[in-house]
T-cell receptor, first 114, second 116 residues
Framework: DQQVKQNSPSLSVQEGRISILNCDYTNSMFDYFLWYKKYPAEGPTFLISISSIKDKNEDGRFTVFLNKSAKHLSLHIVPSQPGDSAVYFCAALYSGGGADGLTFGKGTHLIIQP | DTEVTQTPKHLVMGMTNKKSLKCEQH?????MYWYKQKAKKPPELMFVYSYEKLSINESVPSRFSPECPNSSLLNLHLHALQPEDSALYLC???????????????FGEGSWLTVV
């Protein structure tokens, strides 16, 4: 059973426009959510996170929104740049479980077109 | 500084070889992790060390043997691997104890392993 779902395997966005990546989760115990960016043959790079006590967190061009009632989060990138082309993983954890590691979604391949 | 350093970056080994992957962090993190990632798949958790003690083993075959010599170092010893073990092996670390900064897990660049 997939506890973190990214239903769009790929997304194509024009440079300068907004990219919106979506993520759904099923485990109500998750209370901390992270987005990672990954280039081929490299480790995931931490982008931005949000605690379940918040509904929005912003860092430069990146904003993460959390809708707890819908168990849904999204990552907004605006404006999108060519260097944003990568695979984006949504991940979740339960902070009260000690160091349990992350539960990842399958990733969304974002392609920024010039 | 959010750096996790992994060596080697690339490793080719035969099925009878013994080799090790190494990981180092100097962020004072007391949780360290090994993940395995195959192409077009998300990272899969293998092991978790909390305060230098193995706290999670996700039913990983014994041909993979983790070791945490101290709070900054994490090794993964490899022996008698199979070609299907070829993958990107990722080390990661985090603080313990929750809070926004406490829960963020930082990854290294990974070690590409090819078993021939």
């Amino acid at each position: 059973d997939q506890q973190v779902k990214q239903n769009s395997p790929s997304l194509s966005v024009q440079e300068g426009r907004i990219s919106i990546l979506n993520c759904d989760y099923t485990n109500s115990m998750f209370d901390y959510f992270l987005w990672y960016k990954k280039y081929p043959a490299e480790g995931p790079t931490f982008l931005i996170s949000i605690s379940s006590i918040k509904d929005k967190n912003e860092d430069g061009r990146f904003t993460v929104f959390l809708n707890k009632s819908a168990k849904h989060l999204s990552l907004h990138i605006v404006p999108s740049q060519p260097g944003d082309s990568a695979v984006y993983f949504c991940a979740a954890l339960y902070s009260g479980g000690g160091a349990d590691g992350l539960t990842f979604g399958k990733g969304t391949h974002l392609i920024i077109q010039p | 500084d959010t750096e996790v350093t992994q060596t080697p970056k690339h490793l080719v080994m035969g099925m009878t070889n013994k080799k090790s992957l190494k990981c180092e962090q100097h962020m004072g993190h007391r949780a360290m992790y090994w993940y395995k990632q195959k192409a077009k798949k998300p990272p899969e958790l293998m092991f978790v060390y909390s305060y230098e003690k193995l706290s999670i083993n996700e039913s990983v075959p014994s041909r993979f043997s983790p070791e945490c010599p101290n709070s900054s170092l994490l090794n993964l010893h490899l022996h008698a691997l199979q070609p299907e073990d070829s993958a990107l092996y990722l080390c990661a670390s985090s603080h313990m104890g929750g809070g926004l900064s406490g829960n963020t897990i930082y990854f290294g660049e990974g070690s590409w392993l090819t078993v021939v």
